[in-house]
């Protein structure tokens, strides 16, 4: 198994970088889908109101999950910046290349991601 080693840090800035900025470019659409719904009841019928405070909610969590994600990737950008990246934050060992790659933001090998997600 490949671990993270220093030499491929580009190649996760490069990655990190072009992921914030498509959340970024993301963010300005989704303010406007999760603004507030009119009720006006002579405009609209009742299973467009619905219909429209549903696609509010999801637009709204969409936006929450964008947020966090944001707050991963600047956590991540930052910790390449402290030379800490590809380290686990909890036992400090070297997380798995391939993990990065479907997660390049995330602070924890495997076992350890594992032992948090049981004890949560």
């Not at 507030?36 to 299973?47: A, H, I, K, P, W």
């Not at 800490?84 to 400090?92: D, I, K, L, P, R």
């Not at 790659?101 to 991601?113: G, H």
């Amino acid at each position: 198994m490949k671990y993270f080693e220093p030499e491929d840090t580009p190649y996760f800035l490069t990655v990190l970088e072009q992921r914030r900025n498509d959340l970024q470019d993301m963010e300005a659409g989704g303010q406007q889908a999760a603004a507030t719904v009119s009720l006006d009841q002579s405009r609209m019928g009742r299973l467009s109101r619905m219909d429209a405070l549903q696609n509010q909610a999801i637009s709204q969590e969409t936006n929450r999950r964008r947020e966090v994600e944001l707050r991963r990737i600047h956590t991540a950008l930052q910790r390449i910046t402290d030379g800490e990246y590809g380290e686990c934050m909890s036992c400090g060992e070297a997380i798995a290349f391939g993990r990065l790659e479907v997660d390049p933001a995330t602070p924890l090998c495997i076992q350890c991601a594992e032992q948090a997600e049981q004890t949560s």
